[in-house]
C-alpha cells in the first residue's frame, strides 16, 4: 500500500521505516531539509536501536524515500501519517499548530481520495478539528474531493521504538465508518501476525486511550516513587515491594521501579495535557496533579541525598553516570539529569558526566560548565560521589576495585537500584539506592 508520513522524528521515522520493511512503499516529508538529506543518504538523525540498518536496507530497496515536498508525498500514497510534534502549550495544553498546518497542506495537495491518519498524540476532538481544516482547504476545489480523518496514537518507547512497532502489544484505531476500518486492517496486518490484536473504536476514544495510557504508566511510577519514601523512612525495601506488589496478575511488574522520576517528551507532556482537558470540562483531576508533584519531588532526589549526605555541594566534585531520560535513547527531553546539573553547578559543585549517546545534546546546553568524559571511568578521577542518573548497560557490570581506586571519596549514589549494596562495601564503598532504607540504616 501506498503511504506517506509527514514528520521523521522520533515517531515518524520509525513508522515510516517499519511499514517499509514490511513491505509497503513509503514517503517519509520533513520540513528540515538537513534531516532529510541525511535520511536520503540513510544517515538516522536519531539514536535508536536497530533503525538506521533498517533505513539503509529500504532506501536501498526502493520502498522508502524522504522529500521536503509534501505534494509529491500526497500524490502518491493513498495514507498520509501527520507525525508531527505536539509539543506542550503555555498553559499546560497540547500545541496543534504543527498537526493543523500538515492537514491543510495535506488537503491543498490531494487529487483524489485519501486517509489522513493523526499519528501525533492529541487530545480528544483533535480529529473533528483535523476533519474541519481539511474540508474547508478542499471547499476551494470545483469537483468533490473524499477523504477520511483516522486516530492512530503510537504506543513505541524510545530506545525501543523499531520493536515495539514492528511487535506492538495492540494498535488502537479510531475510525467512523467501516469503510476506512477495512483499509486500516489491511495495511496493520502484517504487524498482527502474532495474535496482538487491532482495537476498533470510535475516534474520540481512541484519542483518549493514549492520554489514558500514558497517565497510568506515569500514576504507577510515581506511586512506586511514593512507596519508596516511605521505604526509606521505615526501612524497607522498595525492590522487594515491588516484586510483592506487582506479582498480583491484576497489578504486574511493569513500570514499578522507583527511581529518580520519570522524564521524557512523553510522560511529562501528556500528563500535563490530560490535567488541562479534564480541568476544562470540570473535572477534578487532583489524581494526576499528585502524580506530577511526586514526580517533581522525585527528580529532586540526589541533590537532596547529596546534600544529606556530604553537607553543602560547594566545591565537591560529582561524577554522573547517564544524561538521557532512559537508557537506548540520545534523548534528553525533561531528563531528570537537567535537574540534577542546574541544582549541581548552581550551587557551585565540580560536575564530571559520561553517557553513550546524549553528550552532544547535553555539551549544547552546558559547554564547559561540564567535564564530559570518554568513557564511564575517565569521569571519576578525584569524584567524592558517583551518581547513576540512567541504567545504560554499560553501567550495569563496573569494575568497583578501578572505581574505588579512581574516586577520592566513597560514595555511590544509586538512582536505578541497579547495584548490589554488598558487593560495593566489599569494596570500601558506601552505597544509597531509592527506597532501600534497609540498607542504610533505618529507621
Ligand atoms: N517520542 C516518542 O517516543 C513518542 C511516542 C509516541 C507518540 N509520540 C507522539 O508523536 C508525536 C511526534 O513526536 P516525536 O517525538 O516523533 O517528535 P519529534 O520532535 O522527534 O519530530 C517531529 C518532526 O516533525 C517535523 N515537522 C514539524 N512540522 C512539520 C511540517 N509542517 N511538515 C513536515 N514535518 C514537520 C520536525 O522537523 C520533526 O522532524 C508527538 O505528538 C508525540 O507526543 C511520541
Ligand atoms: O518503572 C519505571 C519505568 C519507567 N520509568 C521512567 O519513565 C520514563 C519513561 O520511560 P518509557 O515509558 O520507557 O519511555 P518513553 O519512550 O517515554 O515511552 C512512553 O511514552 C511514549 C510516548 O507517548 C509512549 O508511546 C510509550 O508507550 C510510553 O512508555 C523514563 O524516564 C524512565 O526512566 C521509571 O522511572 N520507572
Not at 538516522?44 to 522529500?67: D, V, W
Amino acid at each position: 500500500m501506498k503511504i506517506s508520513v509527514v514528520g521523521t522524528g522520533y515517531v515518524g521515522l520509525v513508522t515510516a521505516t517499519c511499514f517499509a520493511e514490511m513491505g509497503h512503499d513509503v514517503i517519509g516529508v520533513d520540513i528540515d531539509h538537513e534531516k532529510v538529506q541525511r535520511l536520503s543518504r540513510g544517515e538516522s538523525p536519531l539514536f535508536e536501536p536497530g533503525l538506521e540498518a533498517m533505513l539503509k536496507s529500504n532506501l536501498s530497496g526502493g520502498r522508502l524515500s524522504f522529500t521536503t515536498d509534501l505534494s509529491v508525498a500526497v500524490q502518491n500514497s493513498l495514507f498520509c501519517f501527520v507525525a508531527v510534534g505536539t509539543p506542550k502549550g503555555e498553559d499546560g495544553s497540547a500545541d496543534l499548530n504543527a498537526v493543523l498546518a500538515v492537514a491543510r497542506s495535506i488537503a491543498e495537495h490531494m487529487d483524489g481520495y485519501r486517509v489522513i491518519v493523526v499519528k501525533s498524540t492529541v487530545p480528544v476532538g483533535t480529529c473533528d478539528l483535523v476533519s474541519r481544516e481539511v474540508s474547508e482547504a478542499l471547499a476551494h476545489r470545483p469537483g468533490p474531493v473524499d477523504f477520511d480523518v483516522v486516530s492512530n496514537p503510537e504506543f513505541l518507547k524510545e530506545g525501543a521504538a523499531v520493536e515495539d512497532f514492528l511487535r506492538p502489544d495492540r494498535v488502537i484505531v479510531g475510525v467512523s465508518n467501516p469503510r476506512v476500518e477495512e483499509l486500516m486492517r489491511e495495511l496493520y496486518s502484517p504487524f498482527v501476525r502474532n495474535g496482538h490484536p487491532v482495537y476498533f473504536m470510535d475516534v474520540r476514544s481512541s484519542e483518549l486511550t493514549k492520554y489514558a495510557s500514558n497517565a497510568l504508566l506515569a500514576t504507577k511510577i510515581s506511586f512506586m516513587n511514593m512507596i519508596s519514601q516511605i521505604c526509606d523512612k521505615v526501612g524497607a525495601d522498595v525492590m522487594s515491594v515491588r516484586s510483592g506488589v506487582g506479582s498480583d496478575r491484576r497489578i504486574g511488574m511493569p513500570f514499578l521501579y522507583a527511581g529518580v522520576g520519570y522524564g521524557g517528551s512523553c510522560f511529562p507532556k501528556d500528563v500535563k495535557a490530560l490535567i488541562h482537558t479534564g480541568t476544562r470540562l470540570g473535572v477534578e483531576m487532583g489524581l494526576l496533579r499528585e502524580v506530577e508533584a511526586v514526580n517533581d519531588f522525585q527528580k529532586l532526589w540526589v541533590l537532596k541525598k547529596l546534600r544529606d549526605l556530604i553537607g553543602p555541594l560547594s566545591g565537591k566534585s560529582i561524577a554522573l553516570w547517564g544524561g538521557a531520560f532512559k537508557p537506548d535513547t540520545d534523548d534528553i527531553r525533561e531528563a531528570t539529569s537537567l535537574t540534577v546539573l542546574d541544582g549541581l553547578i548552581g550551587e557551585g559543585a565540580r560536575v564530571s558526566l559520561y553517557d553513550p549517546a546524549a553528550m552532544p545534546s547535553l555539551r549544547e546546553i552546558y559547554g564547559d560548565s561540564v567535564c564530559f568524559g570518554e568513557n564511564p571511568y575517565s569521569v571519576l578521577a578525584g569524584a567524592d560521589v558517583l551518581v547513576l542518573l540512567t541504567e545504560w548497560r554499560v553501567f550495569r557490570n563496573p569494575d568497583w576495585r578501578k572505581i574505588k581506586s579512581l574516586m577520592s571519596g566513597t560514595l555511590v549514589l544509586d538512582g536505578r537500584n541497579q547495584y548490589e549494596p554488598s558487593e560495593l562495601s566489599r569494596h570500601g564503598l558506601s552505597w544509597h539506592g531509592v527506597g532501600r532504607g534497609c540498607y542504610t540504616g533505618n529507621p
